[in-house]
Every structure is written in C-alpha cells, then in structure tokens.
C-alpha cells in the first residue's frame, strides 16, 4: 500500500509519540488534526483507512505501519563544509565556520544534535579547508565520516555534492554554516524531496517562487517568495537523477562555479518536483558576516 500524504503525516506523528512517550494510550484525533494542519474530518478519514489496513490500532502505530513509513525513512545526513568562510573573517582565518561557536556551541553541534536526535545513524561530512580540524566532533559524534573535497579552493560547493552524488538517495543535504534553533526541522521520515523556506513578503537573498507549493523557480531576490534554507531533503528517485545532473553541470563549461542548488533547481528544474517545507526566521539563522556573529553572539564584539 501506497501511503497517501494524510496517511504518511499521521503514522509519522504516532511512531515520534510511541518512540518518545512509550505509553499505551494513543492520540486523540482531535490532536492528530492539530499537529497535522488537516481537518478533523480528514483525520477521521485516514484513521479508519489506516485501521483497515493494520496499520494503526486505537490510535497506535502497529508492526505493520511501522513497515509501511520504512520507505520514506531518511537513511543519512550530508553536510557541506569544505568552504572558505570569507565574510566570517577574522574568525575563520584558523578555524572552518561550521566549527565556529556561537554562545559556547559550534554552529554545526545545532544540527548534529538535531541529525542524532532524529535517530539517523549515517553522517556525512564533507571537508576541506583546515579539514583536519573537524575530527574535534568524533569525541561527540563518533558515527561521523569524512570525506575530502580537494577542489574546494578551486571551485563552488557543486565539488562538494560532486564528492557524494552517489549518496544523495534518500538523504538530507545540510550546509554546514546554519544555527539551527529548531530542532523538530530534521526528522526521521520525509514524504518527498523538499527545502526549506521561510514565506517573505521582500528579500534580496536567494528564493524560490512556488507554485502549487513546489519550487518553480530560483533565483536572487524577489517579492511575495520563500526565503531559502539550505537545508534539503531528496527521496530515492530524485537522488539517483541528481547523481547524474551533478555530473553534468560540473563538466559544463564555467560549471565549477555554480552552486549545487541550481543543478535541480534551475539547469534541470522540469526533471524535479521539489516542495517547500515552511519554517521562519526563529528556527534558522545564517550567520553571514561577522557583524551577524557580533550580533548574536556579544563575546566577539570585545
């Protein structure tokens, strides 16, 4: 069986609840409407449609459901982290900018934890400048691996995914450089390929218009948008065309230069049907500059 999305969003809202609480009472459906954003109507509906099926019992995820998500389970987390970080200088001068702390926590710790959290067991990092400086997180994160970007001074982060494109299957894709506040953003199961993007009214950083809720072009600046995260999701078939459209871009002419992002999301955007998952400001933070550091962060401003 086929889940639908109602059907996906409940079973996943009960297999965080039975994984968290363990108790033996399950959700009101009047719960499951509020967390889920449907109609109680609807969730009346899928309830006894995944009841029908095993899936579900009074309200509690089965063996059976359990099953039934296992397809849309993310199997491993990416992060880029082999650049530069100009704008961050001085700071970065020493030390890689995911490794920089912000208020005593290094900004890439905010989403490990949030990876760890979620239960996903495989982690990916890729690293160049000062790459031996990221071996400080196998003290915390010993399930870490690390693979070497030797083009990273060279090139646009594209040399990154280029070094993992045959990974990107049923895998988050996380820029290293993002304080992530909102840890309930990163989870176990996803639907479909997505990114994250923040509704905004007027911005002049990179965003997506929409339509019908997938991307439908990316670009800088613009109004009535979604501000974009770089934090993205794909699900098995998308991430086994991007393995090849990786390719392809980076062998263009001028294609070193480009940034990963556009591969699905502009050179290739008919082949993919990408949504965006909304979030705001508060649960994510770009650090951009050293001003921006300063600003959250008093320490830096002595």
């Known amino acids: 069986m086929n889940l639908s999305r109602p059907q996906f969003e409940v079973l996943t809202i009960l297999e965080k609840f039975l994984r968290e609480n363990n108790k033996k009472n399950g959700i009101t459906q009047r719960i499951l409407a509020a967390q889920t954003g449907l109609s109680v109507g609807t969730i009346n509906k899928t309830v006894t449609q995944l009841e029908e099926a095993e899936f579900t019992k009074k309200n509690q995820i089965t063996p059976r459901g359990l ?29 890689p900018k995911p490794l ?11 989403l490990l ?9 495989e982690v990916v990092i890729v690293r160049g400048y000062f790459g031996e400086q ?18 990273y001074n060279e090139s646009n982060n594209i040399s990154s995914v280029m070094c993992v494109r045959y990974l990107l299957k049923n895998a988050y894709v996380l820029e290293s450089d993002l304080y992530l506040n909102n840890p309930e953003l990163i989870t176990k199961y996803q639907y479909t390929s997505n990114y994250l993007g923040v509704p905004a009214e007027v911005t002049d950083d990179w965003c997506f218009e929409t339509k019908n809720g997938y991307i439908s072009k990316l670009k800088v600046g613009g109004k009535n948008c979604h501000h974009m995260f ?21 062998q263009m002419p001028g294609g070193k230069e480009r940034y990963w992002d556009q591969v699905a999301l502009e050179y290739f955007i008919k082949d993919y049907n990408i949504e965006v998952r909304e979030c705001s400001f508060k649960d994510i933070i770009e650090i951009d500059t050293f001003t921006d550091l300063k600003r959250l962060d008093r320490t830096y401003a002595v």
């Open 67 to 95: 099953e039934a998500l296992d397809p849309f389970r993310v199997k491993r987390a990416i992060f880029i982290a082999a650049g530069f970080g100009s704008r961050l200088v001085p700071i970065t001068l020493n030390t």
């Open 100 to 110: 920089v702390r912000v208020r005593g926590v290094r900004i890439i710790d905010t």
């Open 113 to 121: 934890d949030a990876v760890q959290a979620a239960g996903i067991e």
């Open 134 to 151: 990221f071996d400080q997180l196998l003290y915390k994160y010993p399930q870490v691996k690390f693979l070497e970007n030797p083009f």
């Open 230 to 250: 770089g934090i993205s999701y794909w699900d098995e078939k998308d991430g086994a065309k991007m393995a090849e459209h990786i390719k392809e871009v980076y």
